[in-house]
């Protein structure tokens, strides 16, 4: 295909929840949505980085700089483009992970359109639904975690993660253990751990409440520590921020330092490497599940896709759009018996809805060949 011309959309979407981590208290989504034009038709892709570069060194404004300026006019300089060629058209601007995934997504739904295969086709999904889980932040109080996770529960979801940090671990896990003793439950650190004894104490305390996993203790660069934290804790590590890629994927597990991945496609730089990463995964007999970074419905359907491929074997953080917009920019993903769907039409199987798009929208920039 040939790329005629790419649209760089910021819309702010109000949180239903707002949503608390060791990294700061998110009110609402400033989400980063890109168009492609082609010559074969439209694609849609969403940038997952956040306003501010709290959860990874990526941020939105910079996401949009280093599209604008060094990763579009390079797939502007390939001839017969297509979603296997971004990743080798891109490869000599370092890092930018979540940038580069967004391009890829969209060149992906407009390739995909293009043809009619859906996204969970290409990817090699094996299921028609997939289970759901949902992440809940930090709360004041235990009382008012509890009142969310009641909710939660009622609504279906078949897993709960909480967020911790230090000061904020062993009593509210307790409290949701002792209430709910046979739900699948993991907390979900984002690096706010060190292998300080006061530290890993707390994590070790974990161990007597049957978790599924802890996500992400120790910084992202420190897998070797997570090598370590393994032989003094006994729930299974699961890696997020510090698996980039297949090849790191494949160092962190056969270092020790994970017996479960999180897999999220803005992370990897993209759902074909998502998908690389699953297959490692697999081979090793690693457990993967499908992170969440708030997308808006275009997020969530491809995520949906990845889910159904046959190594995702743990509820992801896939959650309704409800859990977190209302109205969400797609048509809604309702909860089925704690399932979504994964989506059956070409490409990404949902076009943003244009009234509420009208709504949110903050900014519109349109980014064209120079010629
Ligand atoms: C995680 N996601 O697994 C992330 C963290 C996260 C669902 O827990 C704005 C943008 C706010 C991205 C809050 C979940 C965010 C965000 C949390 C990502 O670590
Ligand atoms: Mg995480």
Redesign the pocket.
């Known amino acids: 295909m040939r790329l005629d011309a790419v649209e760089l959309r910021r819309v702010g979407l109000p949180l239903v929840t707002p949503?608390r981590?060791s990294?700061g208290l998110?009110l609402e989504?400033d989400a980063l949505l890109v168009r492609v034009i082609t010559d074969v038709g439209d694609g849609w892709g969403e940038c997952?980085?956040?306003?501010e570069p709290l959860?990874s060194s990526e941020y939105a404004d910079g996401a949009q700089h280093v599209m604008r300026d060094h990763l579009i006019p390079r797939l502007f300089a390939i001839e017969d483009l297509d979603a296997a060629g971004v990743k080798p058209a891109l490869s000599a601007v370092r890092g930018h992970p979540m940038a580069k995934a967004a391009l890829e997504m969209a060149i992906l739904d407009a390739e995909l359109r293009s043809f009619g295969q859906s996204f969970g086709e290409r990817l090699g999904a094996v299921r028609d639904v997939v289970d759901c889980g949902v992440?809940i932040?930090i709360f004041p109080t235990i009382r008012e975690l509890l009142a969310q996770v009641d909710g939660y529960l009622d609504e279906g979801y078949k897993r709960i993660?909480l967020?911790i940090e230090p000061g904020w671990d062993v009593e509210p896990v307790r409290a949701v253990r002792e209430r709910w003793p046979d739900i699948l439950l993991q907390v979900?650190a984002?690096a706010a751990y060190s292998l300080a004894d006061g530290h890993v104490t707390a994590l070790a305390a974990l161990d007597s409440f049957e978790l599924l996993l802890v996500?992400?203790p120790l910084p992202e660069d420190d897998v070797a520590g997570h090598a370590v934290l393994a032989t003094r804790i006994a729930t299974p590590i699961c890696l997020?921020?510090s698996i980039l890629s297949a090849e790191s994927a494949t160092d962190a597990i056969a270092r020790g330092a994970c017996s479960i991945v999180?897999i999220?496609a803005g992370r990897v730089g993209g759902y074909l490497e998502a998908a690389r990463v699953h297959d490692v995964c697999r081979a090793a007999g690693v457990a993967v599940w499908c992170?969440?970074?708030?997308e808006t419905g275009l997020g969530r359907a491809a995520n949906l896709a990845l889910a159904g491929m046959p190594g995702f074997t743990l509820p992801g953080?896939t959650?309704g759009s409800d859990r977190y917009y209302r109205p969400d920019i797609t048509e809604p993903f309702v909860l089925e018996d704690g399932q979504l769907r994964v989506p059956k039409g070409p490409g990404l199987g949902v076009w943003p809805l244009a009234d509420v798009l009208a709504v949110a929208t903050r900014s519109v920039e349109v980014v064209r060949p120079s010629t």
């Open positions: 949503f981590t990294f998110q989504r997952v980085a956040m306003a959860y992440s932040g993660k967020k979900d984002n996500e992400q997020d921020e999180n999220k992170g969440g970074m708030l953080d959650s």
